[in-house]
Antibody, heavy 121, light 107 residues
Framework: EVQLLESGGGVVQPGGSLRLSCAAS????????MNWVRQAPGKGLEWVSV????????YYADSVKGRFTISRDNSRNTLFLHMNSLRAEDTAIYYC??????????????WGQGTLVTVSS | DIQMTQSPSSLSASVGDRVTITCRAS??????LAWYQQKPGKVPKLLIY???TLQSGVPSRFSGSGSGTDFTLSINSLQPEDIATYYC?????????FGPGTKVEIK
């Protein structure tokens, strides 16, 4: 059974930093691209970032480009999201989401339960 | 970047009704379109991928169609457990943009 367990959320001041982690199990982590998707309170889903299996290809939403960095450790089956220069509008539940393959044309098939990030002074 | 729109933003229908939600991409995305269901307070769940392929375990009353820029999610015979917000998403290439969502309620 695929399991994705996010951690690292919490309350941080504007301008601060946070690192989210996602522990994966139940599948061969190193074979699949991974994503972060977020959802602000009462709002829709916003795709944030994707990373390829070998860590050499990453993409970001314009809203986080230059502030967030996605990375992975295939030896530990773990996905990360490093978030810097946080803003109030980054407040959201952050979901770790598995892609159905690697490269173009693969959909998102399994979601974690999410971790809440609140940016507030 | 390709933008995704959905209509309507919300709808109210009776149990047993056929419900149709439309998703439009600002440029062609072939059939790289997925639909997700998010029930209140829950995690989003994959319903349909490749425009019309049902994910394992999804009831057959759900169906998808379309190609290029125009896509449709249909619920044949709406059930109380289908109350949710439905999102389309393009996944041909990054950014993997979601539509704004359609909230489905029971009349």
């Amino acid at each position: 059974e695929v399991q994705l367990l996010e951690s690292g959320g919490g309350v941080v001041q504007p301008g601060g930093s946070l690192r989210l982690s996602c522990a994966a199990s139940g599948f061969t982590f190193s074979n699949y691209a991974m994503n972060w998707v977020r959802q602000a309170p009462g709002k829709g889903l916003e795709w944030v970032s994707v990373i390829s299996v070998t860590d050499d290809t990453t993409y970001y939403a314009d809203s986080v480009k230059g502030r967030f960095t996605i990375s992975r450790d295939n030896s530990r089956n773990t996905l990360f999201l490093h978030m810097n220069s946080l803003r109030a509008e980054d407040t959201a539940i952050y979901y770790c989401v598995k892609r159905s393959g690697d490269g173009r044309g693969y959909y998102l098939d399994y979601w974690g339960q999410g971790t809440l990030v609140t940016v507030s002074s | 970047d390709i933008q995704m729109t959905q209509s309507p933003s919300s709808l109210s229908a009776s149990v047993g009704d056929r419900v149709t939600i439309t998703c439009r991409a600002s440029q062609g995305i072939s059939n790289y379109l997925a639909w997700y269901q998010q029930k209140p307070g829950k995690v989003p769940k994959l319903l349909i991928y490749a425009t019309s392929t049902l994910q394992s375990g999804v009831p057959s009353r759900f169906s998808g169609s379309g190609s290029g820029t125009d896509f449709t999610l249909s619920i044949n015979s709406l059930q109380p457990e289908d109350i949710a917000t439905y999102y389309c998403q393009k996944y041909d290439r990054a950014p993997l943009t979601f539509g704004p969502g359609t909230k489905v309620e029971i009349k």
